[in-house]
């Protein structure tokens, strides 16, 4: 199952499948013990001629630390995934660091416009830059996104690099990345955003480190 | 001991039998039997257009911008119609009205031992409101701009003007359906209360109530505790969009998230809106086909209130990603994982009462064990989603697609018919044919796993959900394939349903007549002739003596024991 996930080309991305992993095989564990339990029973107590069921009421408390003790162990086992998962939730969403590289991002049906503060590093000011559905980052930075959106709420997602996040008019929603390996990868709206939904989809340039050096080059030939 | 209460709730003269007209008797009827019944009509008819364009959407995904066989062409625009009403029918049109709707109104009185709802008038109303509200929704296929197209969760600002969606009278008449639907339903929830709380039989003890009701009730206060917010937030979208305010506007200083605060924390209680029933159905149905008492009836009512008042605190986890302090995830995902353990102590206990049993296979315990293993695995992805890091990768995808069809398909489907399979002789008096029923079940089960269990895969693999052509993205292009699969089965499974049609239709006007309590079982229902007459019972109503579970129990030579069965102590 978990080879179905595309590859993952961020820093974060391994804390987030290790979560889904460890999901995946508690999961997995539980289905096939109560679901092994659950047929046996099945045909162990099938009917018989002559045979009668047994009375038991489950009510009283030892009877039913049967069910309670197992269901101690599905908490102490969902607690562990939860606090296990603590510390990679507090690494995606929680401080945003503060980024070698700053872009804005803003979702408008059904495009991501995607501005570069330019070498001044301020946005609103002339060096700006823009484009429409392509990121070019370096590998390996930090890469600080602030999130906007023009209209409706839109979801930047970038599957390989496991992130995801609702852009919503009036607000700035701050994120952040750090891309392992040049390629291009897809960046597609993930929330219902109009008829043009499908198909609302972008592009992140991973660069390495010299080759983005040509595209800084190619956008601000003066700096 | 007798409740005076019952007895005065019971004028005298209403047992005098009077002829009613064709008008009064079929259509508007006071009769609480006759009006789960329409429910009952009104929800299978509804299943067939969700079910429809569940059909077309899946055409649509495997062959993207192809001609539907059946339907046409579909595109973008029309997609997303197809997308928000099927959600919208199935959630508000078929679940609610046939699991709390059709088996409230008719267990609830015969299993309490009463002779009619406590508000037989405002049942009627109920009903033929619900009615109205259907209409509305079918209607706002044809009005101009076509159908609601924001998602069946509607978030604003995208639902708040016309111009984002293109969708102007057809989302107001989606708004205004939801309204008149919730007012049917807050009429039958009090109705549902006041019943059970009241009405019930001498003897009747909240204790020895049946848990299907029990189930019920909870699934009744919930609706009633939470629909209140997602009122006052259709008002306000609703003004949004007709009256220029700005609630979910952030243009005129209005909150997008508002919407999804309201809706959501009427959303979570709803899914057990729907789900309680159907696990009430299958607490009836397994102890009387294992022949024995259902494991830790006084737990499961503790549980499933527990899980009723968890409910309220877990909403944001449908928000993770949503634009709130991300500081709020933690807790959420905490309380989210909590209420895995009432589920759990449900599940287990279901489990544990085939422990010992003498289980017979008949078609209603088919379906009660169907929605036994696949609960069981829709509990289990719940984690997936519950975890809030899982869920920034998780959320939005067809994981999530998966994972409540596993919950909530599986409680109208796997619930919804082992209910009917149940108690369609008591409803008409006739049974259904068996081995129909077997094929039924079995080509089901299969179908439902083929659909449903790849679109965890999809979600794995990043595919969104409500996205019209897949194609469009390079990195789900090699999915396709599965695609392709989840639509056939899904045909499959929509085919399947045609033994269930036969076997209803040909059961309604030639099944052998049922007796009076064909599957030997305890509760009050089944001490009423099948199909009860109006009124319910004779001259007298039944006296209960016992808890509803009592099978194989050491007191009597038989494997069961009626709640309303005198035992006089034998002198050996």
Request: proline share 7%; net charge neutral.
């Amino acid at each position: 199952m978990m080879s179905w996930l595309p590859e993952n080309v961020s820093t974060y991305g391994g804390d987030i499948d290790s979560i889904i992993r460890l999901i995946y095989y508690i999961t997995s564990a539980w289905f096939f013990l109560t679901l092994g339990v659950f047929l046996l029973f099945l045909i162990l107590y099938r009917r018989r001629e002559g045979r009668r069921a047994t009375y038991i009421r489950g009510d009283r408390l030892a009877e039913a630390a049967w069910i309670l003790i197992p269901a101690l162990i599905v908490l102490v086992l969902d607690l562990w995934i939860d606090f296990r998962g603590a510390d990679a939730w507090a690494k995606v969403k929680g401080r945003v660091p503060p980024g070698d590289l700053r872009v804005q991002v803003t979702a408008k049906q059904f495009n991501w416009e995607i501005l570069y503060p330019g070498p001044d590093g301020k946005f609103g000011t002339a060096d700006d830059l823009q484009l429409e559905n392509e990121m070019h980052v370096p590998v390996n930075k930090v890469v600080r996104v602030t999130l906007k959106s023009k209209d409706v709420i839109h979801s930047f997602f970038l599957p390989n690099l496991r992130l995801k996040q609702d852009a919503v008019p009036g607000r700035e929603i701050e994120g952040w990345f750090q891309a392992t390996k040049p390629g291009r990868y897809e960046m597609p709206c993930a929330e219902l955003c109009g008829f043009g939904h499908s198909g609302m989809n972008g592009w992140l340039h991973v660069h390495p480190a010299d080759e983005y050096q040509k595209w800084v080059k190619e956008h601000w030939p003066t700096s | 001991m007798s409740d005076p209460v019952a007895v005065l709730a019971i004028p005298e003269a209403s047992l005098h039998h009077e002829e009613l007209g064709f008008w009064r008797t079929y259509l508007f009827s006071t009769e609480h039997k006759t009006i789960g019944k329409q429910y009952l009509s009104l929800g299978l008819f509804m299943t067939i257009v969700g079910g429809f364009l569940a059909y077309v959407m899946r055409w649509q995904l495997a062959y993207p911008d192809t001609e539907v066989p059946g339907w046409g062409f579909v595109g973008p625009e029309f997609y997303n119609v197809l997308v928000t009403m099927h959600g919208t029918i199935m959630v508000f049109f078929v679940a609610m009205p046939i699991l709390l709707g059709a088996f409230g109104n008719f267990l609830i009185p015969l299993m309490i031992g009463a002779r009619d709802m406590a508000f037989p008038r405002l049942n009627m109303l109920s009903f033929w409101t619900l009615f109205v509200g259907t209409l509305v929704l079918l209607a706002s296929f044809f009005v101009p701009g076509g159908a609601a197209s924001a998602g069946w969760t509607g978030y604003p600002p995208l639902s708040a003007k016309a111009i984002y969606t293109g969708v102007n009278w057809g989302l107001n008449l989606w708004i205004l359906a939801h309204a008149i639907e919730f007012a049917s339903f807050l009429m039958g929830g009090v109705n549902f209360l006041t019943t059970a709380i009241t009405m019930r039989a001498p003897g009747m003890t909240f204790f020895r109530l049946p848990l299907v009701v029990w189930q019920l009730l909870t699934a009744a206060t919930l609706f009633l505790l939470s629909v209140g917010p997602l009122i006052a937030g259709a008002v306000m979208l609703l003004m949004d969009r007709i009256a220029g305010t700005s609630f979910f506007l952030p243009e005129g200083g209005g909150e997008p998230l508002l919407w999804q605060h309201l809706f959501w924390f009427f959303g979570h209680p709803e899914v057990y809106v729907i789900l309680l029933p159907a696990v009430g159905f299958v607490c009836e149905v397994l102890p009387v086909f294992c022949r024995k008492p259902l494991f830790g009836y006084r737990w499961i009512i503790y549980s499933t209130i527990t899980a009723g008042i968890l409910s309220f605190v877990v909403w944001a986890h449908h928000m993770f990603l949503s634009g709130m302090d991300p500081r709020l995830a933690m807790p959420f995902s905490i309380t989210t994982i909590l209420i895995s353990v009432p589920f759990a102590i449900l599940v287990f206990a279901m489990i544990a009462t085939l422990w010992g049993g003498s289980i017979r296979f008949t078609t209603p315990m088919l379906f009660a064990l169907g929605f036994v293993s696949m609960f069981i695995v829709g509990g289990l992805t719940g984690i997936f989603n519950g975890s809030a890091p899982a869920d920034i990768y998780i959320t939005d995808t067809y994981f999530v697609v998966g994972h409540f069809h596993y919950t909530l398909f599986s409680a109208v489907v796997f619930g919804g018919f082992a209910g009917i399979y149940f108690w369609f002789p008591k409803m008409f008096g006739r049974m259904m044919n068996e081995t129909l029923g077997k094929v039924h079940f079995w080509l089901t089960l299969i179908f439902f796993n083929a659909t449903f269990f790849p679109m965890h895969i999809l979600g794995l693999g990043g595919m969104m959900r409500r996205i019209a052509n897949p194609m469009q993205y390079q990195f789900l292009q090699p999915l396709q394939p599965i695609n392709v699969f989840i639509t056939f089965s899904a045909i499959l499974l929509l085919v399947a349903q045609i033994p269930f049609a036969v076997n209803f239709v040909w059961g309604l006007v030639a099944g052998t007549p049922a007796e009076r309590n064909p599957w030997e079982a305890n509760t009050l229902e089944w001490a009423a002739p099948s199909p009860p007459p109006h009124l319910n019972w004779g001259e007298a109503i039944p006296t209960v003596h016992r808890g509803p579970y009592e099978y194989s129990s050491p007191e009597g030579p038989e494997d069961w024991l009626p709640q309303d069965r005198l035992v006089v102590a034998r002198s050996s």
